[in-house]
């Protein structure tokens, strides 16, 4: 009986310290100093950029999809020639060559944290197709 009533107590006092931990991080404009305890954060604004490509892993001689590592510098609305550089899959039939102008998607002001914008939500720029699309 008396390990049963600590249990209660514990549980009990861990769930009060969750909940003023909670109110004390919506008690700072609504989200808290970390997001708020569900994660509440405002969005992030993602700006376009062009990654121009200066730099190419040399084209592997096996067919598919393979690794590449870009170099090159993203230039954007905020962003003026800030330089870069990035491995992914790609197939090998439309590799990449200096010169070549990617379009990019990164955070407003972290352009070092840059992702390639190419149409379909898959995981990787490469030869794969999304499903549904043939």
């Not at 376009?48 to 040399?58: C, E, K, M, R």
């Given at each position: 009986?008396?390990?049963q009533l600590m249990f209660v107590l514990i549980v009990a006092g861990a769930l009060?310290?969750?909940v003023a931990s909670w109110r004390r991080s919506t008690d700072r404009g609504g989200r808290g100093?970390?997001?708020g305890f569900f994660g509440n954060r405002a969005p992030v604004e993602v700006e376009?950029?062009?990654?121009?490509?200066?730099?190419?892993?040399?084209r592997p001689e096996a067919p598919g999809e393979q690794y590449v590592?870009?170099?090159g510098s993203i230039s954007g609305p905020s962003v003026v020639a800030h330089e870069v550089y990035g491995r992914f899959a790609w197939d090998t039939f439309q590799w990449p060559a200096i010169g070549d102008r990617i379009p990019v998607q990164y955070p407003s002001g972290k352009p070092d944290n840059w992702q390639l914008d190419h149409p379909g939500a898959r995981p990787y720029f490469g030869s794969k197709r999304p499903k549904g699309q043939g």
């Open positions: 009986m008396l390990i009060a310290a969750a100093a970390a997001g376009a950029g062009t990654l121009y490509v200066t730099g190419v892993s040399p590592t870009l170099s």
